[in-house]
């Protein structure tokens, strides 16, 4: 099993992007996911976290501005970012909860970085 995470990149402040996380491999069921990010030097930070059931939840700092969706059918999730501020700035990973024939393990993205240019 393998997430493969994409859509970062370069935005002026307020401007938007969508990151994409696309799980593949030998999938039985995806169970909850999860958006984190990271600054250098600083702890991974969980932004936004939704369960199979469709609970979202999210960070104090992105309320009302980012939104964690996921299409089951194609199993993956997606981080829609708007009113980007600077202080998102970071490297941006996904993450999730996989059952496989391997069992039931936690699997992360290989990060994409989000720059908000001011």
């Known amino acids: 099993v393998q997430l493969q995470a994409s859509g970062g990149g370069l935005v002026q402040v307020g401007g938007s992007l969508r990151l994409s996380c696309a799980a593949s491999?030998?999938?039985?069921?995806?169970?909850?996911v999860a958006w984190f990010r990271q600054v250098p030097g600083t702890q991974r930070e969980l932004v936004a976290h939704?369960?199979?059931?469709?609970?979202?939840n999210y960070t104090d700092s992105v309320k009302g501005r980012f939104t964690i969706s996921r299409d089951n059918a194609k199993n993956t999730v997606y981080l829609e970012m708007n009113s980007l501020k600077p202080e998102d700035t970071a490297v941006y990973y996904c993450?999730?909860?996989?059952?496989?024939?391997?069992?039931?393990?936690?699997?992360w993205g290989q990060g994409t970085l989000v720059t908000v240019s001011s």
């Open positions: 939704l369960t199979s059931g469709g609970a979202a």
């Open positions: 993450y999730a909860n996989i059952l496989s024939w391997l069992g039931m393990r936690n699997y």
């Open positions: 491999g030998s999938i039985i069921s995806i169970n909850s």
